[in-house]
């Protein structure tokens, strides 16, 4: 498989390739993955994404020179778990760069610990819009919920729904996309008539979900993670609920751990998993899992360590300050997996695609 490698990194790669030996010392960054819990699924996407910039970066010649290393640690879903992981990162392994998590209520603490250390944190997962106020030395690739539930808002508005039933986790993620939601959805004329944020890791939201039927919402838009989203879906499948239209918002987070004949037909947005020069990360993929990309989010996991590697290249060294100054430099302009990103003066991505998409048969297509 013949690899896309960014202009930003190939001069320094094929320039430091050419003098290093065989056998230095790997660079190495840190990146903390939900490998289980209930994003288990997503975290391993992101694993895939990770692997696989980590083998096209040394098929051409790592970076520095040296060959290119990422430390994977599992939060379990857990924002302690998390925490622990990222000390370990900073002051065992001194890695200069961290990405991760996946979940905003874990993203954030652990951003806001790295920032404290002075450690660059990319966010390759996570959407609340309280990432934008963790601090100067956190950078998202991936776009904040702000903009992805005006989205979400006007496309289900454009349907021809009124009247909405909002469920999301009791999270930072879930209260933020919950209020940017019903701003924006009420502004185009709708109402959101329930809003329910549920107790994360229950094994029934029975009761919730009747409670907010009674309502007679005209469509139930949800944003959920993967086996808490599938415990929602099997029970609104047995009351029925499903005969009215569902929407996620991040539609593959929604129906990952679903069985495919509850979520058939379920429509949605998502982020989108492949801007105009990935296309040789897609193939890659297919290649190497024999599948097709199980979420938009390796795709970003993927784009992280892209980055990572560029401003690490750029500094000309793998310590602390000097990657920070330099992923500011490379992330002005950096040709993409997932498109272009450019960060905002907050270190943001500044524009985000996204896609409206629906669920068949186990599969979530535009």
């Known amino acids: ?111 806001q610990y790295l920032v404290k250390e002075g450690i660059t944190h990319v966010n390759i997962g996570s959407s609340s819009p309280k990432m934008r106020e963790i601090g100067a030395t956190s950078f998202s690739v991936i776009g904040l919920d702000d903009v992805s539930a005006k989205f979400a808002a006007e496309d289900v508005r454009a349907a021809g729904h009124a009247r909405a039933a909002f469920i999301a986790p009791n999270s930072a993620y879930g209260q933020g996309v919950a209020a940017e939601f019903k701003k924006n959805f009420e502004a185009a004329g709708g109402k959101v008539v329930a809003e329910l944020l549920y107790t994360p890791g229950q094994s029934t939201y029975r009761r919730e979900l009747q409670q907010t039927a009674r309502l007679q919402p005209d469509v139930y838009v949800y944003s959920a993670y993967g086996q808490e989203a599938a415990v929602i879906n099997r029970e609104a499948y047995d009351l029925a609920l499903n005969k009215t239209p569902w929407y996620g918002i991040y539609l593959t987070m929604c129906t990952t751990d679903t069985p495919a004949q509850i979520a058939n037909g379920q429509l949605g947005m998502e982020v989108g998993d492949i801007g105009p020069k990935g296309e040789g990360y897609r193939q890659a993929y297919r290649q190497k899992y024999q599948e097709d990309l199980k979420s938009a989010y390796g795709s970003y996991a993927y784009d992280g360590v892209m980055l990572a590697a560029a401003a690490i290249a750029r500094a000309g060294s793998a310590e602390p300050a000097g990657v920070l100054a330099a992923m500011a430099e490379v992330g002005k302009d950096f040709e993409a997996a997932t498109g272009p990103i450019a960060f905002d003066a907050d270190g943001q991505r500044a524009v985000q695609p996204y896609n409206r998409v629906r669920y068949q048969d186990g599969v979530v297509a535009r």
């Not at 040296?66 to 392994?93: H, W, Y």
């Open 1 to 111: 498989m013949a690899f896309h490698v960014p202009r930003s990194l190939l001069l320094p790669l094929l320039f430091a390739g050419a003098v290093a030996g065989a056998q230095a010392q790997p660079v190495r960054i840190g990146a903390i993955l939900p490998l289980t819990g209930a994003s288990a699924s997503i975290g391993e996407d992101q694993r895939r994404g990770i692997e696989l910039a980590v083998e096209q970066l040394n098929a051409a010649g790592g970076v520095l020179g040296r060959p290119f290393a990422v430390l994977i640690e599992d939060s379990g879903g857990r924002a302690p778990t998390a925490l622990d992981a990222a000390r370990k990162l900073a002051s065992v392994d001194r890695v200069p760069l961290v990405l991760g998590e996946y979940s905003s209520g874990i993203s954030i603490p652990v951003g």
